[in-house]
């Protein structure tokens, strides 16, 4: 890289996958960190190694599939931690053990009940014995934003000392303001006798609507790696924004004077993908990615815009990716124009994946005239989260008119026996559902309910997300179709058969950074 070159640390399946209910599988997270390759991110932490198997067999999955970008996972200062973490990144082309330890006087004293003499001993031996095992060591000072600045200069030129070629510094609970923070960063890579050394990053999170700002302040400081996710995602009020981050980089290199290696033509995509997985819906009024982020209802602005563009858009709707999803199959097109197609989306299926998949774009094209790229994130989404349906919708007829109690008719495969239910509703969704759930009786709460048009038009299909709880578990279902209620009795309905099969996504364990 070059002096002037920001790495980009994407942490979407590490801290955004930290968001309640944004959990995901280990299938799901490749999708995403194939996403994140196409798009040139130069690190992707895929997890928590040691927080569970599935999140194990995520990172060693990831890592054995990835590369062009270097994949990290995380661990705490711990040797078990270290170890697992190597363990997963045994097949990576390029790994990065990330370890971390709380530095901040509140975190020292309540939660490691340690000295600071032995916080920056276990911090030593950790980074030592993760260089022993990686190469690429990164070293975090966690709730950085809140430790004393002569403690963070001991334990950071220690850990150099160690073997650490990155240093993190994370405003892990969004306190900082942008020029202190910028003072923060600056202070210590002067300070820090060998700072020559590292490579400086910072980690934000958006408590305060700031993580972006912070980032960027820090950049100016000296920081040349910024740690962030797709869409914000993250635990809390999120994380800095990836897109955000990479198009203020871009937009303001006269100001910034940096760059990163980003194809930023790819950053719609990965956000689509991202919120399909997680059912975070991005709002529309959301920077870069949100629906509305390029359009114009005023009559000053429009004429502006169509006189000259860059009146009022200080970066184009293409260079983001919008505008740039073609009309690409109707109900014609064969099965290479459809594998050909997906190939450049950056999807790779073959055998009965393949197969699923063409079945279910054929049955979308016969009802719907115009397929997009977005249709066929969503058709895929919906083929590979598909688990065995002991539970599956034979019938749905919903009656909803003005004035009157809606009422929703479900005929169900349970099993192999179909058995049928009716029941009324506050709306047609309420009442499918409870007529699902009297033939089911799974006694879960309904924690999300979430619809997002997949594209433009009275046509366009419904991508809904429903969020089952029950004991303290999770499930995510998902599912779509041009009809909402069929979608969202769908969605209901894989919810439950993930729920069957024991498919729940805990809550992986909260890392500090």
Request: charged share 25%.
């Amino acid at each position: 890289m070059t002096q002037n070159q920001v790495i980009i640390f994407d942490t979407t399946l590490r801290d955004g996958e930290q968001s309640p209910g944004a959990s995901m599988t280990k299938d799901e997270k490749l999708r995403i960190a194939r996403a994140l390759e196409k798009l040139r991110v130069d690190v992707i932490e895929a997890g928590f190694a040691i927080a569970s198997p599935g999140d194990f067999e995520a990172v060693k999955l990831i890592a054995d599939t990835i590369q062009d970008s270097v994949v990290c996972s995380l661990s705490r200062a711990v040797d078990a931690d270290i170890d697992r973490a190597a363990e997963a990144l045994a097949g990576a082309n390029a790994g990065r053990i990330h370890t971390f330890i709380a530095t901040s006087p509140i975190h020292m004293q309540h939660k490691l009940r340690l000295p600071p003499d032995q916080v920056v001993e276990q911090a030593v031996r950790a980074v030592k014995r993760a260089r022993n095992l990686c190469a690429d060591v990164e070293f975090s000072c966690e709730d950085a934003g809140r430790s004393e600045i002569d403690f963070l200069c001991r334990i950071i030129e220690a850990a150099i000392d160690a073997g650490a070629r990155t240093i993190n510094i994370p405003d892990t609970v969004g306190y900082a303001i942008p020029h202190q923070f910028a003072d923060t960063i600056g202070q210590i890579i002067q300070r820090v006798p060998n700072a020559d050394q590292a490579i400086f990053s910072v980690h934000c999170h958006n408590d305060l609507g700031l993580a972006v700002a912070n980032s960027l302040a820090a950049v100016t400081a000296g920081a040349r790696q910024v740690e962030c996710t797709i869409n914000g995602l993250g635990e809390r009020a999120g994380n800095a924004a990836l897109e955000e981050i990479v198009m203020a980089i871009k937009t303001r290199k006269d100001l910034l004077g940096v760059h990163t290696g980003i194809e930023t033509e790819n950053i719609l995509a990965a956000s689509r993908l991202v919120s399909g997985i997680t059912g975070f819906p991005v709002q529309p009024n959301k920077a870069i990615v949100g629906a509305n982020a390029f359009a114009h209802e005023s009559g000053i602005h429009q004429d502006g815009v169509l006189k000259h563009r860059e009146t009022y858009e200080i970066m184009s709707a293409q260079s983001v990716g919008w505008h740039t999803n073609k009309l690409s199959l109707g109900k014609l097109s064969g099965r290479n124009a459809f594998r050909s197609r997906l190939e450049e989306l950056g999807i790779e299926l073959s055998g009965e994946a393949l197969n699923a998949a063409f079945a279910r774009f054929k049955q979308l094209a016969d009802r719907k005239h115009e397929i997009f790229d977005e249709d066929l994130q969503a058709l895929v989404t919906d083929t590979l989260t598909e688990v065995e349906e002991h539970i599956r919708l034979v019938h749905l007829e919903v009656t909803s008119c003005m004035g009157e109690v809606p009422v929703a008719s479900v005929q169900l495969n349970v099993d192999g026996k179909e058995q049928s239910a009716r029941a009324e509703g506050s709306g047609p969704v309420d009442a499918t559902f409870k007529a699902i759930e009297q033939l089911i009786g799974s006694a879960a709460s309904l924690q999300l309910y979430s619809v997002n048009a997949i594209t433009q038009g009275t046509d366009s299909q419904g991508e809904v997300t429903v969020r089952l709880e029950k004991a303290g578990r999770i499930v995510n279902g998902n599912g779509a179709d041009t009809d909402i209620v069929v979608a969202s009795a769908k969605a209901y309905i894989n919810a439950l058969n993930l729920m069957r099969e024991g498919a729940y996504r805990a809550h992986p364990q909260a890392a500090g950074v």
